[in-house]
Antibody, heavy 121, light 107 residues
Framework: QVTLKESGPVLVKPTETLTLTCTVS??????????VSWIRQPPGKALEWLAH???????SYRTSLKRRLAISKDTSKSQVVLTMTNMDPVDTATYYC?????????????WGQGTTVTVSS | EIVLTQSPGTLSLSPGERATLSCRAS???????LAWYQQKPGQAPRLLIY???NRATGIPDRFSGRGSGTDFTLTISGLEPEDFAIYYC????????FGPGTKVDIK
């Protein structure tokens, strides 16, 4: 059974950098077919895709946030890390990671439970 | 960036009724890369449909998807109490976008 779990700070201050970790269990990140996306959801609002890392380490980012985001993976630890710089209160949201097999042909088929991040001084 | 528009914003129906949800794209989307998700309060989204019309593992056959180009539809043939939720469509082209969601609530 494949599971994903997000971890990171609950509270960050404005202008700080957020680092979130997605730990994948039950499947190797080096299997050549699995990518991982990060998605967020501000309170009461819709889902917003942020970034994706493909099996070949290719990366893709939300255009409007591209300058603030960086995604990477550590296959030895089965982790995918997302950093977001210059945090602002509008970045307050629940952040999810999701498994994406075969370049989105099968959708985002396994999601983590999400981690809630509040940006406040 | 491809913008997805979902309608209606809210659909008020009774259990047993048929729900038809629309997802329209600002430009053509490959049906291979159109997915639908269900989200209940306090929960992560759950994949329902991928490739526009393929049910994900464990999804009941009352859920069906269809469409091509810029117009896609999710149909729930007979609403069960557990189906009242928010539904999102999502596409992958050069980037990934989600629609704003359709809330299906109890009439």
């Amino acid at each position: 059974q494949v599971t994903l779990k997000e971890s990171g700070p609950v509270l960050v201050k404005p202008t700080e950098t957020l680092t979130l970790t997605c730990t994948v269990s039950g499947l190797s990140l080096s299997n050549g077919r699995m990518g991982v996306s990060w998605i967020r959801q501000p309170p009461g609002k819709a889902l917003e895709w942020l970034a994706h890392i493909f099996p070949n380490d290719e990366k893709s980012y939300r255009t409007s946030l591209k300058r603030r985001l960086a995604i990477s993976k550590d296959t030895s630890k089965s982790q995918v890390v997302l950093t977001m710089t210059n945090m602002d209160p509008v970045d307050t949201a629940t952040y999810y990671c999701a498994r994406v097999p075969l370049r989105f042909l099968y959708g985002m088929d396994v999601w983590g439970q999400g981690t809630t991040v509040t940006v406040s001084s | 960036e491809i913008v997805l528009t979902q309608s209606p914003g809210t659909l008020s129906l009774s259990p047993g009724e048929r729900a038809t949800l629309s997802c329209r794209a600002s430009q053509s989307v490959s049906s291979s890369y159109l997915a639908w998700y269900q989200q209940k309060p306090g929960q992560a989204p759950r994949l329902l449909i991928y490739g526009a019309s393929n049910r994900a593992t464990g999804i009941p056959d009352r859920f069906s998807g269809r469409g091509s180009g810029t117009d896609f539809t999710l149909t729930i043939s007979g609403l069960e109490p557990e189906d009242f939720a928010i539904y999102y469509c999502q596409q992958y082209g050069s980037s990934v976008t989600f629609g704003p969601g359709t809330k299906v609530d109890i009439k």
